[in-house]
């Protein structure tokens, strides 16, 4: 493990760079006021949140290989309601 202690200065120099951004890191966390646990709690969050969103993903591929007329019925109502949102999403915005 390095045990380098440097400061970040515009030009100081550090012999090792990995310390130098732990050290850069840890100060502009302590800055922004932020723990470990928090940072811990928002990585944790992104990761369950993207495992979710693959899932539905994963889910919606697996459903609209289905073939039959209610799937048929349901796969034109999605595209439709899509199209609804991002129209009124666009209005919104622009």
């Given at each position: 493990?390095?045990?380098?202690?440097?400061?970040l200065y515009a030009y100081a120099r550090c012999p090792c760079t990995a310390c130098?951004?732990?050290?850069?890191?840890?100060n502009q966390a302590d800055s922004l006021?932020?723990?470990k646990a928090q940072i811990l709690l928002v990585v944790?969050?992104?990761v369950v949140m993207l495992a979710m969103v693959m899932?539905?993903?994963l889910?919606?591929?697996?459903a609209w290989q289905n073939e039959g007329s209610?799937?048929?019925?349901?796969?034109?109502?999605?595209?439709?309601?899509?199209?609804?949102?991002?129209k009124v999403s666009k209005s919104r915005c622009g």
């Open positions: 493990m390095c045990m380098c202690i440097c400061i130098a951004l732990q050290v850069f890191l840890e006021g932020l723990s944790l969050y992104t899932t539905f993903i889910f919606a591929i697996g209610f799937n048929a019925v349901v796969q034109s109502a999605l595209v439709s309601g899509v199209g609804k949102v991002s």
